[in-house]
């Protein structure tokens, strides 16, 4: 019998069926009267009908928080993901039974709270803006990340983006709220079984992937969102090379590694990248045409959900499930 119950957030919906495998109570929020997760007004409606059976279990709540696919039924912005997750937070932590007693009259008592709370973030919020680039921004990820720790007992990212040297991850970090689960290994593992090599290189698209993976790579410039510029050369003639990268949206920096890789004497080049986060306008069919373009030469893993990889093309996506289930059996075996 697992020790933790699973609510899976809107943004992490697309696990319940590898956690039910592996035995867990899987819980997600409940819709309203019109049987949607917003008001008319776009308010968002948050519910855990069956919050009772929470009541002294130690719960995983599991979000991923960036914007959904276009895919999806309901369009989700990262600024709903957070705040659903705030919601879901706010309930466990005060959890009340309501019963109707007449028209808009109604008793509440309160219930017990759950034993512990872990909150796991596949995608970190508002990721791009982990610290001030110009004066006057705000540090969005900080403010928010600020405000769930403040909410859960224990605070899990997958292969987060922010800088772990930021003060404010060093903050939370030093307060316990701060724990990594790591995913790197496993799928570059899964992707070179996909793509068949038994030896490999690994090389990176940018400074910053070169810097986080410690791997050698190119030097990039961009001009602005879609418009990049790649220069440098590796040494990789005979051999085949991995690209390993952390975000990509529409894949272009990946593609144009990979070209030039191929110009440079690569035999084959396959492409890695831990989290996939398709843009509101036409981004499963950009997702589609990345894995065309990659001869279905690029893996990355469930942490966002895209139709592209989780539906359509399932191997080339590494499922989270087992790797976040083995971290939080631990911390609850050390306890």
Not at 135 to 143: D, L
Not at 164 to 176: F, I, Q, R, S
Not at 302 to 307: G, I, L
């Amino acid at each position: 019998m697992s020790d933790f119950r699973v609510l899976l957030a809107s943004g992490a919906e697309h696990l319940r069926q590898r956690f039910e495998e592996l035995g867990y109570q899987v819980y997600s929020s409940d819709t309203n009267f019109d049987g949607t997760h917003f008001f008319p007004n776009s308010d968002l409606y948050v519910r855990i009908a069956q919050v009772r059976e929470l009541e002294n279990q130690r719960v995983a709540v599991i979000q991923s928080c960036t914007g959904s696919s276009p895919a999806a039924k309901e369009f989700y912005s990262t600024s709903d993901r957070v705040q659903e997750l705030m919601l879901l937070l706010d309930i466990l932590k005060h959890p009340v039974e309501v019963k109707k007693l007449g028209h808009k009259e109604y008793e509440t008592k309160p219930l017990s709270p759950p034993s512990s709370i872990d909150v796991v973030l596949t995608h970190q919020p508002f990721s791009l803006q982990d610290k001030a680039f110009r004066t006057g921004e705000a540090v969005s990820s900080r403010s928010v990340m600020r405000s769930i720790a403040r909410l859960c007992d224990r605070l899990w990212f997958v292969e987060p983006l922010a800088d772990v040297d930021v003060p404010w991850v060093e903050e939370l970090a030093d307060k316990g709220k701060y724990e990594v689960i790591r995913i790197t290994q496993e799928l570059i593992g899964h992707a070179a079984a996909i793509f068949g090599f038994d030896d490999y290189v690994l090389t990176a698209p940018d400074e910053g992937a070169q810097r986080r993976f410690n791997v050698p790579g190119f030097s990039k410039r961009r001009s602005d969102s879609f418009t990049i510029d790649m220069h440098g050369e590796l040494d990789v003639a005979g051999k085949n090379v991995i690209v390993l990268d952390d975000l990509t949206k529409t894949g272009t920096t990946l593609i144009r590694a990979a070209n030039m890789l191929r110009k440079q004497g690569a035999i084959d080049v396959g492409l890695v990248v831990l989290h996939v986060t398709p843009i509101r306008d036409q981004g499963e069919r950009l997702l589609d045409d990345l894995i065309s373009r990659s001869g279905g030469k690029i893996v990355t893993s469930n942490t966002v959900y895209s139709v592209a990889f989780c539906e359509k093309h399932p191997r080339l996506s590494y499922d989270i499930v087992d790797k976040l289930v083995e971290h939080l059996q631990q911390f609850g075996t050390a306890e």
